[in-house]
């Protein structure tokens, strides 16, 4: 209906007078006139404009690693053959990625930047100088080295090599080597032990060990203190790298080449050895190296990490009269502290509980006081929360929850309070039994001492997925958890994105969940990323999950994993399909057809689904559609497999001629038809202008062609019959179906036979037929529930699936 305001709105800009709204309550008292013509009242508008005037919520833009976009524009425009980006443009992309604040150091990022500084190595400047100032790449060595990966690594070594032949190209010419050390030069000295290490980190020991070999290893009197640390360290690093590598020969053998180059043996390189034999319960050897001598001048703290462990193993292996020695030998003079936590660790793993510690505690704070009595310059040596995590640790070892808790309460009464290691000790044996509130808990002790490099940042990735997967907690209390780990820009792993995201679309918050893809996708790799996504997939595949946030669900998935393969793809469109929401899978499906992408481009299987689909739905526009497409996609081969399908979905949409047609291309074919075909060509033949005629033309040539009739090929032959309305005929198959071809009538041929019947006084014969030879048959099609078609006053119909596959 025409709004009286609007008349009245054009009636006074026509007649050039001022509009007056009496109701407004900011009109400007000193204005009386009336300026209108005649009488006329103006009822206040109560309407509101909806939303026009308030900014509709946006999604963040992604946050994508800094010099990304631009080596991927590097990388897009050489596999096309196109100009790339300028050499000054890839080396500011590559030097603002080595600096930024955060480490973004997956094999996928590193592999993009290792590609950007081989393509400025092939470009060099026109001076000769390097293109990353050595802040720079000092800052990504540190960050390989700092920051690896948890899987892969291949792109990081790479790029460290590279980066370090760079690195000794500039010392060469800007340092001054007269700063070299006697024996070492500048870059022997500061640059090679970085390179050493990160080669051990990434598992190539073999290679760090002849760089070690060859610069440090041989022996000089010449050598500073300095130097010989240096060389120590170069060798202890080797080591490390072959225990992390398991490597056990070339270990032993980096051993003995450590004491041909007079690289002594030093008590680190002890406790390395002790803790990889007995993390591989090889308690002999761990003895042996126990044993091995060394140095006076070494004062045996490089062990001390390893005595918990190696007592432990003596404890744990049976071997408690080792075990007894070695404790003993310890308290033969005043213990350090940190070797009084090794013997506690070993009184709780021989069997000790928490009242006995803590009277050995006393006994190790009465025998320090004494001994200070004595000397005074002796330091004083208390208990502290490293005391209580190594009992934590020992008991999560063996899984025992309560002696943990034991242990913290311990600490406590000592006035030992918890440190972060405690924490996320609690919050991992907490979750391991399944107490989230206790878990909970922990995590609010925690609060306030997370930052980005923690160790406990995991831990508060698993409570997040915990309190999500337990849909118990209030959702501000888990989003005060996230909030709290983005303000301390600690990362969340892609389990916990995803989790979050799928708590965002089920409360209806897609705005939440895309700001949260955006701020975190972009920096995972490509599996990791697969994890989110396939949460993302699951949610929409969940039939919990309504049609319009599926489909909300699907267009974020579709631009925030634009990578996302055909394969996981397919199922989308099925999904779709299957929720009736042909229109839907048919956008799904020219996102396939129209990509470039091999990987994602539509195939023969993309096609046989869809139109599959399209059959199911009974949508003949979008058919339509696709078969277009079809006839111009020259990377599709047609088979029967694809015919059968496009003929099935032609037969599907009432269009039985063109169905037929596919049938005789099929015939006339060099595959030639499968007996999904057939099938499928009875189908077509059912709403078909006296289609009987055509199925018994096929029938015929199936006998004379001797082809083995199967139950799926019988029923189709009878049902086309019924659906012409030869009753008596399909009645006949029927009753010879066991004699003749060894079928039993069951629910699937009798249901196809009633289904087929559109009529309702022959429907009904048939009904007293099958309930008085099968009645049990009949229970079943009453029991999948029926309607009557013409709104209620046509023939019955049960809701029995008649599908057919191509």
């Known amino acids: 209906m025409p709004s009286h305001l609007t008349r009245v709105v054009f009636r006074s800009i026509i007649a050039d007078t001022p509009l007056i709204y009496r109701g407004c309550a900011q009109r400007t008292p000193r204005l009386r006139a009336s300026f209108q013509h005649g009488t006329r009242a103006v009822a206040p508008q109560r309407r509101t404009f909806f939303g026009v005037f308030k900014p509709s919520r946006k999604i963040k833009p992604p946050d994508v690693p800094v010099g990304l976009d631009v080596f991927g524009d590097l990388i897009q425009a050489q596999a096309d053959g196109l100009r790339p980006p300028t050499p000054v443009k890839v080396a500011e992309a590559l030097d603002a990625f080595c600096t930024q604040k955060k480490a973004d150091v997956e094999d996928f990022h590193i592999g993009k930047a290792l590609h950007a500084l081989r393509y400025l190595l092939a470009n060099p400047k026109e001076d000769g100088q390097p293109w990353l100032p050595y802040r720079s790449m000092n800052a990504m060595m540190f960050k390989l080295g700092q920051y690896p990966p948890a899987t892969g690594g291949n792109p990081h070594l790479t790029l460290a090599k590279l ?97 041909d180059a007079a690289a002594t043996f030093t008590s680190e390189v002890q406790g390395v050895l002790v803790k990889y034999f007995v993390e591989r319960n090889n308690l002999e050897q761990a003895k042996y190296w126990y044993s091995t001598a060394i140095p006076e001048w070494d004062d045996g703290r490089g062990l001390q990490k390893a005595l918990a462990p190696f007592l432990t193993a003596c404890a744990l292996g049976g071997d408690t009269a080792f075990g007894q020695q070695v404790v003993a030998s310890l308290l033969q003079k005043m213990p350090a502290k940190e070797i009084w936590d090794a013997i506690f660790v070993w009184s709780a ?119 999500c997967h337990l849909q118990q907690h209030h959702f501000d209390d888990i989003m005060a958890i996230v909030d709290d ?141 696709a078969s277009n497409q079809l006839k111009i996609d020259l990377n599709v081969e047609m088979d029967t497999q694809l015919r059968n399908a496009l003929m099935l979905a032609w037969a599907s949409t009432g269009n039985n001629g063109r169905a037929l047609t596919m049938w005789a291309e099929i015939g006339s074919s060099k595959e030639g038809p499968s007996y999904n075909s057939i099938a499928i060509a009875f189908r077509a033949c059912e709403g078909t202008h006296y289609g009987e005629r055509h199925a018994k033309s096929i029938w015929q040539r199936l006998k004379e062609m001797d082809v083995d009739i199967d139950k799926q090929i019988f029923t189709a032959y009878m049902s086309a019959i019924a659906q012409s309305h030869c009753h008596d005929e399909a009645l006949a198959l029927i009753e010879a179906a066991e004699e003749e071809y060894g079928f039993t009538p069951d629910l699937y041929i009798l249901g196809n036979w009633f289904q087929c019947t559109a009529n309702i006084d022959r429907q009904e014969k048939v009904e007293e037929w099958i309930k008085a030879r099968y009645p049990a048959v009949w229970k079943q099609l009453e029991a999948l529930g029926s309607y009557r078609t013409m709104d209620g006053f046509g023939y019955r119909q049960f809701n029995f699936n008649r599908d057919l596959d191509p």
């Open 163 to 259: 980066l370090d032949a760079e690195i000794e190209k500039v010392i060469a010419k800007e340092i001054d080597l007269s700063k070299s050390l006697a024996t070492f030069s500048v870059y022997e000295a500061l640059e090679l032990p970085k390179l050493v290490r990160i080669l051990c980190t990434y598992g190539s020991s073999l290679e760090a060990r002849d760089l070690v070999s060859k610069t440090y290893g041989t022996p000089s009197d010449k050598r500073s203190e300095r130097e010989i640390k240096i060389a120590r360290n170069a060798w202890k690093a080797v080591v490390a790298g072959f225990a992390k590598e398991g490597n056990t020969p070339e270990l032993i053998k980096t051993t003995e080449m450590m004491r």
């Open 349 to 467: 793993a021989i069997g000790k509980g928490a009242d006995e510690i803590d009277r050995m505690m006393n006994v190790m704070v009465r025998r320090n006081q004494e001994e200070r009595q004595k000397w005074p310059e002796t330091p004083v040596v208390q208990p502290d929360i490293n005391t209580i995590n190594a009992l934590v640790e020992l008991s999560m070892s063996k899984q025992d929850s309560y002696s943990a808790e034991r242990f913290v309460v311990l600490g406590e009464k000592r006035g030992i309070y918890p440190d972060e290691k405690t924490y996320t000790m609690q919050m991992r044996y907490r979750l391991s039994i399944n107490d989230i509130d206790g878990a909970r808990a922990a995590y609010y002790g925690l609060q306030g001492q997370i930052t980005e490099d923690s160790e406990c940042a995991e831990g508060v990735n698993k409570l997040i997925q915990a309190l």
């Open 485 to 625: 780990l983005h303000e301390r820009n600690v990362r969340l792993t892609p389990e916990t994105v995803a989790t979050l995201c799928v708590l965002h679309l089920r409360r209806g918050e897609p705005h939440d969940a895309g700001d949260l893809l955006n701020m975190h996708a972009h920096h995972f790799s490509p599996d990791q990323r697969v994890v989110i996504r396939n949460g993302l997939a699951s949610f929409i595949m969940d039939g919990q999950t309504s049609t319009a946030e599926a489909w909300e669900t699907y267009q974020m998935l579709r631009h925030a994993f634009p990578e996302t393969p055909r394969s996981d793809r397919i199922p989308l469109m099925k999904e779709f399909f299957a929720r009736k929401r042909s229109d839907m899978a048919c956008h799904v499906f020219f996102h396939m057809r129209n990509s470039v992408d091999e990987t994602i481009a539509a195939d023969k299987e993309v096609y046989v689904t869809a139109f599959t689909g399209f059959a199911r739905n009974a949508d003949a526009e979008s058919l339509e559609l």
